[in-house]
């Protein structure tokens, strides 16, 4: 018995599309800026800077804003990292200097919060 041709439906391209991720990543962004979900943002970032606040009263440090001030000291680091690893008339040592300033930020950055404001750390953490 001979085999019959295979008949297809015309390809489209949806058909081409379906199982990539690009399009879909694309549509993420309507998906994100819907109101209600940008009302449970800013009700998440309040309720945060609100806990916040009062893990800063608890730890004993009422003068000073433990967040305020370790976000100023990884903006700075993050800065002198973007001006380049190697400032002008300084040539050498650009791997050891770009290694310090990760090191501090991703290292000495938490554990000082860690040591000097456990209740805040924890809820950064």
């Given at each position: 018995m001979p085999?019959?041709?295979r008949i297809h439906a015309p390809l489209t391209l949806d058909d081409l599309t379906?199982?990539?991720v690009w399009p879909?990543?694309?549509?993420a962004g309507q998906?994100?800026?819907?109101?209600?979900?940008?009302?449970i943002a800013m009700v998440f970032v309040i309720v945060l800077f609100l806990l916040g606040s009062t893990a800063n009263r608890k730890d004993g440090d009422t003068n000073t804003n433990v967040l305020q001030t370790t976000a100023i000291k990884v903006a700075l680091d993050v800065n002198m990292?973007?001006?380049?690893?190697?400032p002008e008339g300084e040539e050498n040592n650009g791997g050891a200097r770009l290694g310090r300033m990760m090191f501090a930020i991703f290292a000495s950055t938490p554990a000082y919060l860690a040591r000097t404001a456990p209740w805040v750390f924890f809820l950064v953490l």
């Amino acid at each position: 018995m001979p085999q019959q041709p295979r008949i297809h439906a015309p390809l489209t391209l949806d058909d081409l599309t379906q199982d990539l991720v690009w399009p879909k990543l694309l549509k993420a962004g309507q998906l994100a800026l819907r109101p209600s979900r940008l009302g449970i943002a800013m009700v998440f970032v309040i309720v945060l800077f609100l806990l916040g606040s009062t893990a800063n009263r608890k730890d004993g440090d009422t003068n000073t804003n433990v967040l305020q001030t370790t976000a100023i000291k990884v903006a700075l680091d993050v800065n002198m990292m973007r001006q380049g690893v190697a400032p002008e008339g300084e040539e050498n040592n650009g791997g050891a200097r770009l290694g310090r300033m990760m090191f501090a930020i991703f290292a000495s950055t938490p554990a000082y919060l860690a040591r000097t404001a456990p209740w805040v750390f924890f809820l950064v953490l």
